[in-house]
């Protein structure tokens, strides 16, 4: 059934969302709303006992929709909360980030396991596949391979898949894979919050404090150096992004590609990754601590300069209609001549908001640390153009959970996320990993 074909980190992965989801209607007032979840889903787990975390989790989107969007909670309006403070979307953004962190954590522990098992000769542990997620290369092969031959691969379906669900989550909510679920970067955060824990250096205090003392013209010149190298920086992304699409589309023509798509090498992709990491060469050992470093004297470098998956949510980003938007009629620089840049202060990627009525750059993760930030009510948002439908904490939390935990359910219901490979076969390919060929 359902459950029992689930990996254990998968199951606690979907019952981490399904709490997640329940404290957020919980922690907006929506009583109603969690009640009505939690109710459904002790019916759903009576009903069909396997499939519980299924049940659970559908019943919850169907309640987060009902509360957010159809006309119940006006019906309801004594049991709504206030409007949503900074704090809310701190804590939303701070457990989505938690919740994926620990889904991926478990996930990874798992895999381990497995590989050990697989090393051992005998397995009983089950293999994860939302580890094929960290395999954009094959996704982007597997993609060619859809679209241009109509191959769907069952080797690794959820590269696939993972690579579409963030790219779409881009599409919706710019650039928000970035910012409120990748693992990565939730890792880049606290990595660089330790280092300042432990040494308080500011590059960027000690820089300013230094050009005061210039005069005018080379604080001018040192300011546009700045700007062009972070310019170079930044595109380094997209190079790397470049290649690997160009590898995809190019580097095979079709007739080869299914040959590879249908070969050992391509069906151990997830053990050659893994073998790479406990087996580093020296380039990956430098390349890691080199990395690291960065990580830790730059924020947000990881993502801002050389995260290939970063720069295609990006491009996809343009495309999304929500952006975080100033409303000058409120904003306190244009409505009471204050000198406020609050927003501009609290933006992890140096974005100057107070500047913009919309904010386009690329690297805007849609954090919404500006908009918790802002002092004037109603003086940003993201929201839609003519600042229509602004988003709220909950709603992205909803678009989350769904697109992340629900359609991968859904996909594996329909035998569209689970790796068709036997425990067998892979035994085989752990132990002549050196020696497959290429087709
Ligand atoms: S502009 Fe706002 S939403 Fe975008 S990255 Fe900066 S703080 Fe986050
Ligand atoms: S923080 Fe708010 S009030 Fe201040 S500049 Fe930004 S949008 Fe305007």
Redesign the pocket.
Known sequence: MWLTTLSAAESLALLMALLVGLWALFSGQRRYGAAATLGLGLIAIGLTLSPWLWGTLLLLCIALIAVDYLPIPALLSKLQGPAHKARHWRQYRHYSQLVLALAFGLAALQYVLFVWQLQQGEVTVARPDVVDGFLPLAALLQLKGWAALGIWDSNHPAALVMLLLAFGLSLVV?RSFC?WACPLGWFGEQWYQLRRKLWRFEWQQRWQRQQSRWPKWLQQGARVGVIGLDWTLRLIKYYLLFRAVNMALNGLPDNMLARYLAGYYHKAADLKMFALFIQPSDKTLIGLAVVLLLMALLRGSLCRYLCPFGALMAVAGTASPYK?RRDCSHCLRDSKQLDCQK?SQ????R?R?HQQRT?W?D?????????A?CPAKGG?A?SLPQRYAPLTPRAMLLILIGLLFVVPLVLHSLGLWQSELSDELRIKLWRHLQQLPMF
């Open positions: 710019k910012g975080v927003c609290a933006c992890p990627s974005i908001v904010v750059s690297e805007c993760n849609s954090c919404q640390r500006c908009v930030a940003l993201v």
